[in-house]
């Protein structure tokens, strides 16, 4: 069983629109999160990152994050066909070495 | 510019064949990654370095060797290749500390006939 579980699978949100992303992990040795995106065909690039409780933006992402319940989530305003792509929410694990676990992802397509 | 290479960006192999996938990296970067990413599977983490010589199992280790003899270069073998390993590897590198950013390569396309 993945020990991080991203929401929903796919989501189709109209131009201009809000999307919302999530992302729980299971695992109690998480540090933190990162958020990726990847394009299609291409490799993942690092999105946001958020190291702490509460909400960090930068321009049209937010991210916040729960740490007592392992729980972050992306949100995308204005939302543009450029941001069409798979969403992966990585948990950085930490026993003595960091690791890197991933989500599934979440595919967003963003409709003119 | 920071940069992670793979090579071959495609690579076609049949049943019982051995495979080299290569990765660089020009940040001196410690760690080093093997992924496989399948469809609905996100990444899944094959094998970590830390340094030369200094490598550890991932979440799927079984049926890949890896082999890492200078800081930059990381490389990921398929001794006899199956079928199901059919997928899109990539390597990333990042350096030791705890809030850096993980840099991903282009990824190799594998299809094992």
């Known amino acids: 069983q993945q020990k991080v579980q991203q929401s929903p699978e796919s989501l189709i949100v109209p131009e201009g629109g809000m999307a919302s992303l999530n992302c729980t992990s299971s695992d109690r040795n998480v540090d933190y999160f990162w958020w990726y995106r990847q394009h299609s065909g291409k490799s993942p690039k690092m999105l946001m990152?958020?190291?702490?409780?509460g909400e960090k933006e930068e321009g049209r992402f937010t991210v916040h994050l729960n740490k007592a319940s392992l729980h972050t989530s992306l949100h995308i305003r204005d939302s543009q066909p450029s941001d069409s792509a798979l969403y992966l929410c990585?948990?950085?694990?930490?026993?003595?070495?960091?690791?890197?676990?991933f989500g599934a992802g979440t595919r967003l397509k963003v409709i003119a | 510019d920071m940069k992670v290479t793979q090579m071959p960006r495609y690579l076609i192999k049949r049943m019982g064949e051995n495979v080299l996938l290569e990765c660089g990296q020009d940040m001196s970067h410690e760690t080093m990654y093997w992924y496989r990413q399948d469809p609905g599977l996100g990444l899944q983490l094959i094998y970590i370095s830390y340094d030369v010589d200094s490598n550890s199992e991932g979440d799927i280790p079984k049926g890949y060797r890896v082999s890492r003899k200078k800081r930059e270069h990381f490389s990921l073998i398929l001794d006899s290749a199956k079928t199901n390993q059919t997928s899109v590897y990539f390597c990333a590198s990042r350096t030791g500390g705890r809030y850096a950013e993980q840099f991903f390569g282009p990824g190799t396309r594998l299809t094992v006939l």
């Open positions: 990585a948990a950085l694990i930490y026993t003595g070495n960091y690791k890197y676990v």
């Open positions: 990152s958020i190291f702490s409780n």
